[in-house]
């Protein structure tokens, strides 16, 4: 969300640009060219008075943009604040760390994410259903990869009890892999 608006707010301005009638050198020139087949950025400036409506209304219409493009942006941010910082990777992570920071759990964040990306590329719901524990009735679930017995003995009171809770997930791999290899910063394989 956050590309698109960026990118409108840019052309926005670049549309901005090419409707005030100054000259455009070098990546402005290529990309107010390549964004809209009929602006070109003109040769010498333009008096205002010699701008003709059209340009007006699209200098009014890019003003349009840009207060849409900021409206959207603040709404997403609202929306953000709202569901709270563990909607996506980055903020399951930094909420797992707050969590085993408060019960001792050693564990960088790029550590967490590096063993995350290894075994489930981010997929809260990943599943493995072909290793050893799959075959014996247990498959390894969730973000790093963690079967049911193992969440069950190293889950931290206070977070959700489902093993494919994306924050729930990583503090009792991060609990396992503290009491088993000092932190999941030592890891680096499958554990």
């Known amino acids: 969300m956050r590309t698109a608006i960026t990118g409108t707010i840019r052309n926005a301005k670049l549309a901005r640009l090419a409707t005030v009638g100054g000259t455009a050198v070098g990546a402005a020139a290529i990309a107010t060219a390549t964004l809209s087949g009929t602006a070109h950025a003109a040769e ?20 349009h943009v840009d207060a849409q493009a900021t409206k959207a942006a603040k709404a997403d941010a609202h929306t953000s604040k709202a569901k709270g910082s563990s909607d996506n990777l980055d ?10 920071q408060k019960h001792g759990i050693p564990g960088s964040y790029d550590g967490i994410k590096r063993n995350i990306i290894r075994e489930s590329a981010g997929d809260p719901n990943a599943m493995n259903g072909w ?25 931290v009171k206070g977070t959700a009890d489902k093993l494919t809770d994306p924050v729930a997930n990583i503090v009792a791999a991060c609990n396992y892999a503290a009491d088993r290899y000092g932190s999941m910063d030592k890891v680096d394989s499958a554990y």
């Open 91 to 100: 903020g399951w992570i930094r909420e797992a760390r707050s969590i085993m």
């Open 131 to 155: 290793d050893v524990n799959a075959k014996k009735g247990t498959p390894s679930k969730g973000l790093l990869q963690v079967i049911q017995p193992t969440f069950d003995q190293y889950h």
């Open 44 to 63: 010498t400036p333009a008096k205002p008075a010699d701008k003709p409506v059209s340009v007006q209304a699209a200098s009014t219409t890019a003003q």
